[in-house]
């Protein structure tokens, strides 16, 4: 099994970052709880959550230090909530924004996950001898499924968002109901990535190369369909993954596509 750990992709890093005083341009009151700002405020730029949207500085969540370390945390992007947030029959819960291109519908979500297939066949190269099903699924099928699986590059299965599993000739992605679209791509693409290499390179137990090739095939797939800043976003991640995928991404400078596949192909 291979599997998507949430690190929060879609969002900007923000973890409590102070702006010592609201500028002319800021609110002057937190945009949760509505009071004043005095003193430091802390201000989150979420990411785009859909393709053909953008992330703008009059987008920015202002909060003020309570709200900072009290309000509840989305749990998709973790950015601080009001009370318009959206609790899931699964009991997570989920911001405004997060909401509004969240994948629930089954439909949906299989088209969204053919255009992420077309992507990884046709431009890249990266077709399945053996096919593999889809399927939404909520959290905690999810985690008993993540629970299940050999030790991954983490260990906490409360916080994956995706799953690629094989069994004999059965193979199935799963994916976490309630993502928003881009996100929805990502891990999507991400998992088409382990496919590949489960069935190309089933030696190849090398977690950065794993997880980058992995990271490599989603940030193309988000290129493609114009979600740009996200891929800029995963190219400055700390970890395994930006390490991984800035590792394939400077192969596919000096080799191209076909030269990162061979790569993998040989590292086994």
Known sequence: MSRRVMRHPHCTPVDAKPAMKPTPHHSKHCHLCGRRLRGRAWVHAPG??????????????????????????????????????????????????????????????????????????????????????????????????????????????????????????????????????ILFIQVAAHEWGHAWHRENCPLLDDLLLCEGFAEWVAHKALQTLGATRQATLMEQRDGLYGEGLRKMLSLERQRGISGVLDFCRRSE
């Open 48 to 181: 785009a959550t859909h393709l053909g949207s953008a992330s703008h500085p009059e987008q920015n969540i202002i909060v003020c230090r309570q709200c900072e370390e009290t309000a509840p945390r989305c749990d998709v992007c973790n950015l601080p909530m009001g009370e318009n947030h959206v609790r899931l029959p699964d009991n997570r819960r989920i911001c405004p924004r997060c909401h509004q291109t969240a994948i629930y519908d089954p439909t949906q979500a299989r088209e969204l996950f053919e255009r992420v297939t077309h992507i990884a066949t046709d431009q890249l190269g990266l077709g399945l001898n053996v096919g593999t099903e889809f399927t939404l699924v909520d959290h905690q099928h999810l985690q008993r499924l993540a629970t299940e699986a050999p030790a991954g590059p983490h260990d906490d299965a409360g916080k994956v968002i995706g799953l690629f599993t094989r069994k004999g000739r059965q193979r199935v992605m799963y994916l976490l109901y309630g993502l928003p679209q």
